[in-house]
Nanobody, 126 residues
Framework: QVQLVESGGGFVQAGGSLKLSCVVS????????MGWFRRAPGKEREIVAS????????VYADSVKGRFTISKNNAKNTVYLQMNSLKPEDTAVYYC???????????????????WGQGTQVIVSS
């Protein structure tokens, strides 16, 4: 069974940084593309960033380009989201997700992810 456990959320002032982590079990991590999504209050869930199985290819939402960095450590079965220059509009519950086993490339498509973590709350104050 595939399991994902996120950590690293919290409360931070605007301009600050946080690093989210997501440990994955039950899937061959080195060939698994991963994604980070978020759901802000009153809004639908949206893609933040995605990374290929190898870690060599990434994609980002326009709203976070240049501020957020997704990475993965295949030896630790962990994907990270480094978030810098945080803004109040980044406040959301952040979820990591595993892309379907047939895909090793990054993707914006939420429907191509089949396992999700429980989410970690990020609150950015102004």
């Amino acid at each position: 069974q595939v399991q994902l456990v996120e950590s690293g959320g919290g409360f931070v002032q605007a301009g600050g940084s946080l690093k989210l982590s997501c440990v994955v079990s039950g899937r061959t991590f080195s060939t698994t593309a991963m994604g980070w999504f978020r759901r802000a209050p009153g809004k639908e869930r949206e893609i933040v960033a995605s990374i290929s199985g190898s870690g060599g290819s990434t994609v980002y939402a326009d709203s976070v380009k240049g501020r957020f960095t997704i990475s993965k450590n295949n030896a630790k079965n962990t994907v990270y989201l480094q978030m810098n220059s945080l803004k109040p509009e980044d406040t959301a519950v952040y979820y990591c997700a595993v892309r379907r086993i047939t895909y090793s490339t990054p993707s914006y498509s939420e429907g191509s992810y089949d396992y999700w973590g429980q989410g970690t709350q990020v609150i950015v104050s102004s």
